[in-house]
Each structure stands twice: as structure tokens, then as C-alpha cells.
């Protein structure tokens, strides 16, 4: 499975993001779809998540700026990024789940700043 994240950049505080992760290979097989970022000197965490059964999870921190979907023609998980802060800036990797494995993006930074 090959995953290319797509859609970071530099953006002002209060501003918003789209990220994007295209699947190469049909979503529906996944069980799991989310997003997780690491910003300097900081372990790796989870954002946001999205169950085969379209159930979401996201961290506090995000609660009620970001949204998680999914396209399931385009093979496609979104990340939306709204009232972003300088504390959102990270390399964001979007992740996927079957069965037992576990596969990862490449990251995308994300760089909230004035």
C-alpha cells in the first residue's frame, strides 16, 4: 500500500488546511484511516482517526477545528484544518490500518505562523 499526503504549507493563525492522502489501492479494505503529527522534539501523535464504519476520534487539541473524511471513488482520506494555531505546526502522516499491518505516508509540514 502506498500512501502520498498532500496539501501542507505555510499558513497564518486562524487560517485553514486541506490535507489530502491518496491510497493506492482501494480504502475500503483499510479498517482504520487517520492522521497523526510530530512537531519538533515531540513524539508522534494522533489528530484525528476514521473507522470503517465511519465513526471519527479526535485528540482534544483539534476538537471542533478539524474534521476527518473520506472519498471512497477518489481512494482518498481528508484532513480539514480550520482556526488553525501556532501550536498545530507539524509534519502531519496520514496512516492506515488492515488487519495487522499498519502503513504510513510520507509527512507534510504544516507551519501555522504570522
Known amino acids: 500500500v502506498q500512501l502520498q499526503a498532500s496539501g501542507g504549507g505555510l499558513v497564518q493563525p486562524g487560517g485553514s488546511l486541506r490535507l489530502s492522502c491518496a491510497a493506492s489501492?482501494?480504502?475500503?479494505?483499510?479498517?482504520?484511516m487517520g492522521w497523526y503529527r510530530q512537531a519538533p522534539g515531540k513524539q508522534r501523535e494522533l489528530v484525528a482517526a476514521?473507522?470503517?464504519?465511519?465513526?471519527?476520534n479526535y485528540a482534544d487539541s483539534v476538537k471542533g477545528r478539524f474534521t476527518i473524511s473520506r472519498d471512497h471513488a477518489k481512494n482518498t482520506v481528508y484532513l480539514q484544518m480550520n482556526s488553525l494555531k501556532p501550536e498545530d505546526t507539524a509534519v502531519y502522516y496520514c496512516?492506515?490500518?488492515?488487519?495487522?499491518?499498519?502503513?504510513w505516508g510520507q509527512g507534510t509540514q504544516v507551519t501555522v505562523s504570522s
Open positions: 496512516n492506515v490500518h488492515r488487519h495487522v499491518y499498519v502503513y
Open positions: 489501492e482501494s480504502i475500503r479494505s483499510f479498517n482504520d
Open positions: 476514521i473507522t470503517s464504519g465511519d465513526s471519527t
